[in-house]
């Protein structure tokens, strides 16, 4: 499988090499340095959500600043024939999802069915999930392959990057002063798949796909909380092609490619490359 088949809609479950689980193990240490009192899976569960919200911003700002954890990225670019110096990485957000999570008030949002294209992300966006703890079948999240050539009916047009950044962006904490303003889209139809596909896995697995296919978190029945490790990249030889699965159903405003460094020196693209593929993949 190449990089061409999983913008035609193929997905991969894969293994970790050994060299990439290294630069991973030093997130294990930091979330249980945040919570040392027991198995960080079962404490996560039983504390308050803006408590964990807290320690998670903690936790995230400690990847942030690691730089040797992207270095687990190399392994797999060179499994996948992908050149690192033409890759360029969103912010690792590392997630962590607790038992029961689907029944707290105020957190359905983040439950939405998406693609993430409707959030601002381009197009041809790949998505490595990467449990960092155990999850069991049906408590990690769904895809649904039949609507990836199928335009899906949705809210995406109110979305704008620009606002949402405003009203606390990604991974934002509940209590936000503008929380409330926040726009999630989400789809206005029902969504019927005869062979969704659930996702699961343990530390040393990981699952990759387009961002242009429909997913969305699972509830979490599985007894105790789940880590998982959001990874977001493009390749800039493809953002300037045009590469990549068409905007079938995407009305979202903005782009979160000045976000995503590249892999290797941390520049960002040149901003008319940036916005000529923005321009390109716009819904006319």
């Not at 392994?75 to 038992?99: A, G, Q, T």
């Not at 926040?182 to 699952?207: E, R, T």
């Amino acid at each position: 499988m190449d990089i061409q088949s999983l913008y035609e809609g193929k997905t991969t479950f894969g293994k970790l090499s050994k060299e990439s689980k290294s630069y991973l193990y030093p997130i294990h240490k930091y979330i249980q340095d945040e919570f040392p009192n027991g198995n960080p899976s079962i404490v996560t569960s039983q504390i308050p959500y803006l408590q964990l919200q807290n320690s998670m911003f903690q936790i995230r700002n400690r990847i942030y600043q690691d730089q040797s954890i992207p270095k687990f990225l190399y392994p797999i670019l060179e499994e996948w024939n992908v050149d690192p110096n033409d890759v360029y990485v969103d912010l690792l957000r590392l997630r962590c999802v607790p038992n029961g999570f689907h029944n707290l008030e105020g957190t359905e949002s983040v439950q939405f069915l998406h693609r993430d294209p409707w959030y601002a992300n381009p197009e041809n966006q790949i998505n490595i999930w990467i449990p960092i703890t155990k999850v069991e079948l049906g408590s990690g999240f769904s895809l649904y392959p039949s609507y990836f050539l199928n335009p899906v009916e949705n809210n995406s047009h109110l979305f704008d990057y620009e606002h949402w950044n405003e009203t606390g962006g990604f991974q934002t904490s509940s209590n936000h002063p503008k929380i409330s303003e926040k726009i999630f889209p989400k789809p206005s139809v029902s969504i019927l798949d005869p062979n969704p596909l659930l996702v699961s896995g343990d530390f040393g697995d990981y699952f990759m796909f387009a961002s242009h296919h429909l997913h969305g978190t699972s509830d979490n029945t599985q007894g105790y909380s789940r880590f998982s490790l959001e990874v977001r990249f493009v390749i800039g030889e493809h953002i300037k092609r045009h590469f990549g699965p068409k905007n079938i159903d995407n009305g979202s405003k903005g782009t979160t490619l000045y976000e995503m460094k590249q892999l290797i020196t941390g520049e960002i693209m040149p901003s008319d490359l940036i916005q000529s593929y923005v321009k390109e993949s716009a819904l006319s």
